[in-house]
């Protein structure tokens, strides 16, 4: 199993940094179901550990798949998207205590779509609960960030990535010199995911070789996820060439690591969108090689 799943957070107290948010977040959880807000939303960088939290507080409100729904926002489609979730949280829960919508990257919602949100957030029942996950806040409308109650991740520093990689290569009786540790966690830019998916890939090699393979694969890794994060975002093939043009390395490689994240995606959501891009990129690049990543991206969102 890779370092990062075996390492995944399963409760609050598991999770590394962030404490005075995770307690605050486990005060307002605790409180009787009357008084809990209806709306949260995670604000912080990339890689901070938003998404983490947020299945957490899934968790906690005792929700799962198919209680709990991911929204996308590129397919948000204002007032019927919203009639829609009004019309289902008519409903009671079908497995779980509660009903949660999940959006991750919620500020690409437009400013109509958010309008016609706030009407959900505000008659939401007392079983109905929506995350939301933001790296630009200044993009919402004040009047949908009043209706959430908002906490702050930050990334993680790198002393406390370096401590913490050592812990988990003690327990996994592996090896990785200590100078090529800091580099990881300092090239990491406080994502403690991309560092373990980092040394899960370089334990197995010659010393000499890991400070310039975890180098190569954190830039790789970077570039990977923002194509994986505008495809599940928009459907705006603009944004989506300008991404395509900055990645440059092996298709067959970038194809593998997309089906790696939208297979999270979808075994974790049910999303229509990762289902769309795990069909598209389903076939190996071996002969077509860029084109057939660039071809990948566009069947991808003219899906359906």
Known sequence: MPLQLKYRPATFDQVIGNHE??????????????????????????????????RLTANALNSRHPDLKELNSADFRGID??????????????????????????????????????????????????????????????????????????????????????????????????????TIARDSLGSLGVALMVVDKIMGL???????????????????????????STKNWKDISIVLKGIDQDAEQVRRMVLGYFNNVLLNSGNMRAYDVLTAFRQPFYDIGKPGLTLACFEAINQG
């Open 206 to 232: 010659e010393p000499a070789q890991m400070a310039s393979a975890a180098k190569k694969m954190i830039a790789q890794h970077n570039e990977v996820i923002n194509l994986c994060r505008v495809l599940m």
């Open 81 to 182: 998207s919203a009639r829609d979730i009004i019309q289902q949280m008519r409903m009671r829960p079908m497995v779980s205590e509660s009903k949660v919508w999940m959006m991750d990257e919620c500020h690409k919602l437009t400013g109509d779509a958010q309008e016609a949100l706030l009407k959900a957030l505000e008659d939401a029942p007392d079983d109905c609960y929506f995350i939301l996950a933001t790296t630009d806040p200044e993009k919402l409308r004040p009047t949908f960030k009043r209706r959430c109650t908002p906490f702050e991740v930050k990334g993680l520093g790198p002393v406390t990535i370096r401590k913490y990689l050592s812990k988990v290569l003690r327990q996994e009786s592996q090896d990785v010199p200590r100078s090529v540790l800091k």
């Open 21 to 54: 948010t995770v307690d605050a977040l486990k005060d307002v959880l605790s409180r009787p179901k009357k008084d809990r807000p209806k709306a949260y939303i995670f604000i912080g960088p990339s890689g901070c550990g938003k998404t983490t939290l947020a």
